[in-house]
């Protein structure tokens, strides 16, 4: 095989990306064709996707590439769960230097192929382009079995607030790398490689969730956006949040109070929703908080109060 992508050629890059990748029963064709078609039983398709630039969103000396393909995958597929759908196929959009190295490519679709998997999805299509910087654009699909879509406008007064998933473990791995560490290899490995609940998507659907949303950008801000869009007052319990032995060390050696990676860390891809105060949850569903009132433009508070540290990632901050 060619030592780099340009070696290998648009055609011949696409030739051995796509010769890593199985079908799964919702694909009826797959890639090599014009385009691919994906079974929607439920006659609707939830879209959802994703650019991830290097320097920006991920780092090769920090992470494989495989790991960057796990982790683009994840934060897409993680967005259809929350919309209480089940994960069934993904795009890649790929633009990249000739002079990459043609196993970095392949590698990073690996990633994409096995994060699919554990979601029960298949990788389609796409397109390569060359370009200056590695870019990785992804489209997800997924069906909501007759389901209805949980959207952020559904939070009401009264609901309880609960959460799944790892929080703030991202930011304590991403905290440990900036620093030039390694270890503990388990927030870094939760940096590099994130594990969304994509079934407790589907199932809290199922259960009755009336606002859904991953934890992208920090729980505060996610949660911003279920307040705005059902302007609603919500507010969270600091006490009632889990905070490992670990994360604390972490914290304590950096200079950081780990609350502040659990509220406001993001790239976990947990799941946060909103419940009737009567629905019985699953141990894995953690109540941190509940829906106190109509706010006009939607509030957010921690233990009564603004939150008045990091709020969360903004794409166009500083």
Known sequence: MAGNVGELGEFGLIRELTSRLPRTAAVEVGPGDVAAVVAAPDGRVVATTDVLIEGRHFRRDWSTAYDVGRKAAAQNLADV?????VPTALL????????LPATWALELMDGLRDECAVAGAAVVGGDVVR???VMVSITALGDLQGRRP???SGARPGDKIAVTGWLGW???GLAVLARGFRSPRAFVEAHRRPEPPYQAGPAAAQL?????????DGLVADLGHVAAASKVHLDLRAADFDVPAQMADIGQAVGVDPIVWVLSGGEDHALVATFPKEVQ??????VVGEVLRPAEGGRVTVDGAPWERTA?????GS
């Not at 949850?281 to 953690?286: A, Y």
């Not at 969360?312 to 166009?316: E, K, L, S, V």
């Open 312 to 316: 969360g990632w903004d794409h166009f």
């Open 81 to 85: 769960a929350a919309m209480g759908a």
């Open 92 to 99: 890649l959009g790929l633009v990249t230097p000739a002079e």
């Open 208 to 216: 009755g969730a009336t606002s859904m949303i991953d934890i992208s």
């Open 281 to 286: 949850l699953p141990s894995r569903w953690r």
């Open 170 to 172: 991202s930011a304590a």
């Open 131 to 133: 370009g200056d910087t």
């Open 150 to 152: 949980v959207v952020r």
